[in-house]
């Protein structure tokens, strides 16, 4: 296991990145008003709300590389290949969500027209399919690869998996929750097992034992 403060620090980060992305998302599920998607891209709080939920993405790509980093010794060549992926794909949503979360607004004011425009066949919802669908199999891969290094309680690499499945809506609240919360689970989980650990060698460390001296 690669010694690092990333590395050393995973559970932690795994726990704010993880519930930073629940959280934001499930707010936004909350706050969101479809019936009139102008009014709803460009109120204040909808807009914060967007903005904490992409940050949550470069979080949790930190997250991806302190966890696989805890695994990668016994991963093995498919649990690199499924980093990659969910490496490229948390990217790739990455980009949409900081343009629905800084651009959009901006286009609603200066040209209305774009909220009800006909997307269909553009090239941007091409973008927006090879996107999530990245990010879905990225995770799930990632999930796997979990489970099958046994490094982690497979219980939660299922649920990474799940979460990764779900994901591929991730893009539309609140659907990335489920993904959010077993990051943030995995965590938890690191942070109780990293006590364990540095809490052993002070218990099992030896009494010292005095000796008596000649008299």
Partial sequence: MLESPLN???????VIAGGLFAV????????????????????????????AYF???PLLL????????RQAGRAGLFGAVAF??????TVALAGDMWFDAFAVPWLVQVAPAVVSADRSGSLLMTGWLVSVVLFSLGWIMFGLASFRSRVFPRALSIAVGLGGLIGFKAATAPWGVALGLAVAALGFWLVRQDR????????????????????
């Fill in 196 to 215: 364990i650990a540095h809490a052993k060698p002070a218990l099992s460390a030896p009494e010292p034992v005095a000796f008596a001296g000649p008299r």
């Fill in 62 to 69: 930190i997250a991806l590389v302190a966890l696989y980093w």
């Fill in 8 to 14: 050393l620090q995973a559970g932690p980060i795994a």
């Fill in 55 to 57: 940050v949550a993405f």
């Fill in 84 to 89: 990659c992926a969910a490496l490229i794909g």
């Fill in 24 to 51: 934001s998302h499930g707010a936004q599920f909350f706050v969101a008003d479809r019936s009139n998607l102008a009014a709803m891209v460009t109120d204040p709080v909808f807009m914060v709300v967007s903005a």
